[in-house]
C-alpha cells in the first residue's frame, strides 16, 4: 500500500528527459509564498532511482523548485513502484493539463508517451497472450496499447483466459482491435491522429529553430515543414535567417522541403528562396537610386551604396547612444538642443506616470535600475537626494534574484528563532 513519506529535497532527481519546462516566472515565485506559509500541501509523485540514489520524480518538479526557493528541506511525497514505460506515461499525464504548454513540450511529451505506450503493447502481446492472440493484435496494428487500457484483474477458467497479470486476454484483444495507440493517445488528449504526428514531427528540428516556434517567430505548421530538412539544411537555414532577419513563408518552407528531398538544398538556394517578397517578411524601406546618385561617388555598385547607408546610420545611432549615456555629444547646437528637449520630455513622462501611481517624492525613496537609468538622470528633474541609481542592464533580474534570496533569508531567520 502506498504511503505518503518526507523525504530530503537533495535525494529528488529530476525525470530522465523530462520534456516540460520549469520556469522561473511569477507563478513559480506564488507558488513558492503558498509553499512558505503552508508547506507543500500536495504529495510528489516519485519512483525508486534506476539511474542511482534517491527518488525519481514523477508528478511534482514545479513544486520542488518552488519548495527549495521556500528554503524546505524536506517533502512529502508518494513512492510508487513503476517500470519505465509506466513512469513515462505517468509523467505526462501529470503535466498535459497545465496551461501554456510550449510546441516543443508538447512535441517531446507525446513522442515519449506513444513509444511507451507502444513497447507496453509489444510488451503485453508478447508476454502475455498466445501466438493466435498476439497475431490477432498485430494484424490490427493493435498491439501498441497501454495496459492502463487492459481488462480488470481477476480470475477466470475454460474460454475467459487469465494472462500473466491476471488480466484477461479476450478483453485485451477487443480493445486492441478498436484503435492503434495513435488513435488511442489521440482520444486521450483530445487531438487528431495528424495533430499528434505534426507535433512528433517537431522533434527533428534543431534546437535553434525548435526556440524559434516555442517564441512564435516561426509558426507551428511552418516548424513541421522544417523538420523534413537534414540536419545540416537546418543549421544553414539558421545561419541565413540569422544574417537576413527573416523567416520563410508556408509556401517557401514547403518548397525547401521538396527541394531538400530531391538534394537540391543548399546555402544558395536557400538564399535564392528567401529572397523571395512574402507577406511576413520584414518592412522594407524602398529608395529610387536615381535620388542618391548626386551623394556617391561614381562607380559605386548598389552593394557599396547599400553598405555606405548602413555605415553612416550605425555612427550615428553610436552618437546618439552617447549623448544618452553622457547628456552630451559631438554634434551642432540646434541638434544637442533638440535631443535634450526630446529626452528631458521622455523623463518628464516617467515620472508622471510614477505619480499616477502614487508616488510621493517627499515620502518615499525611489530606486531606479536597469539601461534607461541613465538617461532618467541626467535629464530627469527629480530630487537628487531622495533618488538612487543603478545603471546595471541586468539590474531587474538581478533584483528579482535578490528579492527570492531575501525571502529565503526571513525564512532561516525564523526558523532559528
Request: aromatic letters at 8%; glycine letters at 6%; proline letters at 3%.
Amino acid at each position: 500500500m502506498e504511503t505518503i513519506r518526507n523525504v530530503e529535497i537533495n535525494q529528488l532527481h529530476d525525470f530522465k528527459n523530462h520534456p516540460f519546462k520549469v520556469e522561473v516566472n511569477t507563478e513559480l515565485c506564488e507558488l513558492m509564498k503558498s509553499i512558505e506559509k503552508e508547506g507543500v500541501l500536495v504529495p510528489l509523485l516519485v519512483r525508486t532511482n534506476p539511474y542511482g540514489d534517491g527518488y525519481e520524480i514523477i508528478s511534482g518538479h514545479r513544486r520542488k523548485e518552488a519548495a527549495v526557493w521556500a528554503g524546505e528541506t524536506k517533502v512529502p511525497v508518494v513512492i510508487r513502484e513503476l517500470d519505465d514505460d509506466q513512469a513515462v506515461v505517468a509523467m505526462v499525464d501529470s503535466n498535459l493539463h497545465r496551461e501554456n504548454l510550449k510546441p516543443s513540450e508538447k512535441a517531446f511529451a507525446y513522442k515519449m508517451k506513444l513509444d511507451a505506450m507502444k513497447h507496453q503493447g509489444k510488451r503485453l502481446s508478447d508476454d502475455s497472450l498466445s501466438d493466435n492472440e498476439a497475431e490477432v493484435l498485430a494484424g490490427n496494428e493493435a498491439n501498441h496499447m497501454t495496459l492502463a487500457q487492459a481488462g480488470p484483474k481477476c480470475d477466470t477458467d475454460g474460454d475467459g483466459r487469465v494472462d500473466n497479470s491476471g488480466n484477461r486476454a479476450n478483453e485485451v484483444v477487443e480493445e486492441h482491435s478498436m484503435m492503434n495507440s495513435n488513435e488511442l493517445l489521440a482520444r486521450q488528449v483530445g487531438e487528431s491522429v495528424a495533430q499528434i504526428k505534426r507535433y512528433i514531427r517537431l522533434t527533428n528540428l534543431i534546437p535553434k529553430i525548435l526556440a524559434m516556434v516555442d517564441e512564435g517567430k516561426i509558426a507551428f505548421t511552418i516548424g513541421v515543414e522544417l523538420s523534413y530538412l537534414s540536419e545540416e539544411e537546418q543549421y544553414e537555414l539558421h545561419a541565413v535567417m540569422d544574417l537576413e532577419q527573416c523567416t520563410p513563408s508556408l509556401s517557401q518552407a514547403n518548397r525547401m522541403k521538396r527541394m531538400s528531398q530531391r538534394g537540391e538544398l543548399g546555402m544558395d538556394a536557400i538564399y535564392l528562396v528567401l529572397e523571395e517578397e512574402k507577406p511576413n517578411q520584414s518592412e522594407q524601406i524602398k529608395i529610387r537610386a536615381d535620388t542618391l546618385d548626386d551623394y556617391f561617388p561614381d562607380g559605386f555598385t548598389p552593394k557599396q551604396k547599400v553598405e555606405l547607408i548602413k555605415k553612416l546610420v550605425k555612427e550615428w545611432h553610436e552618437v546618439i547612444e552617447n549623448f544618452l549615456r553622457e547628456g552630451e555629444t559631438d554634434i551642432s547646437e540646434p541638434y544637442a538642443i533638440l535631443m535634450k528637449e526630446a529626452s528631458g520630455e521622455y523623463a518628464s513622462q516617467i515620472f508622471q506616470k510614477l505619480h499616477d501611481y502614487e508616488y510621493n517624492e517627499q515620502m518615499m525613496k525611489l530606486y531606479i535600475m536597469g539601461g534607461g537609468a541613465r538617461l532618467i538622470e541626467i535629464f530627469g528633474d527629480y530630487d537628487r537626494d531622495r533618488v538612487t541609481f543603478n545603471h546595471d542592464i541586468r539590474a531587474n533580474a538581478k533584483g528579482y534574484e535578490y528579492y527570492c534570496y531575501m525571502i529565503l533569508k526571513q525564512q532561516q531567520g525564523r526558523k532559528a528563532m
